[in-house]
């Protein structure tokens, strides 16, 4: 039976070629393994372990670069931990800022109701509804898999009642909300990504040949509708065509928000 710590160098050893740092990612899957937590890896280097087999399988997943969150079904989202699973976007840190936003022009408006179009995992609007609780909220997405998990995370945090998830594009059958949120596919089809990101499902990545075919779409129909203020997220080289679009359009109450590395990422408009 092998310890904790050939188990550790052996991972290690088995990730070196395929992810940046080999040592932590061997520590987080052995510490999911055995649903233990880093503190007893350090500190029981010669424990045994019996069932070794099926965390060399998740080695080699993560070798093959299928993304850590989708071995260990977990990611962190806004200091919660969310369920992910294989077929639905891994949330991404950059989209905290996003939830940050939309809380504020919740505030700003005194809004009520509120929608997200591309829901994916759910942790966008369980984020609002945690946030903000006197809102109710529909989220769309037009994959199955998708409003199934955003389903069971809104359970685990008890905001299932808040939440109304659709399997529908765009906002089809939704009624026009005050506020409106997304974090659409935007990444361009020419765009080359890492093999573990291509991993995860392409209609949640790709907004079309230039990327940002979808932010238009959900600019025109905000403004249609006349929603009192939309948030969207971006790609970083996105600004000056969205800016374009505006002014073609004549939004003019428009700002961008920019990441913690100082990147463009993401737009206001308000109505
Ligand atoms: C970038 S992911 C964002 C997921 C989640 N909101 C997040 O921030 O982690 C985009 C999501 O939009 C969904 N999507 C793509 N096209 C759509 C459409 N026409 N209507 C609604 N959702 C769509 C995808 O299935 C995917 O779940």
New binding site residues.
Partial sequence: MPTVREALRQSASMLSKSVKNPKKEAMILLREWLKKDDVFLITHEDFQISDIDGFFEWVKRRASHTPLEYITQKVS?YSREFIIKEG?????PE?EI?VDKTVELIKEFGAENVA??????????IMLALLTPHIQIN?????RK?VELAKLNAQKFSVEKRIKFHL?????GVPAPQILV?????VSKKEELEKHVLNE?H???F?GEHGDE?LK?IVLLAKKLGILALAC?MGYDQKESMENFFQDNNIKNYSFYQDLNGLDRGFIIKG
């Fill in positions: 989202f639905v976007l891994v949330p991404r989209t996003l997200e179009i591309g829901a994916g995992s759910g942790v966008i609007s989220a769309t997405d037009i994959s998708a529908t594009s765009f906002l089809n997304s974090n659409p596919p935007y499902p209609a949640a990545l907004g979808m779409e997220e």
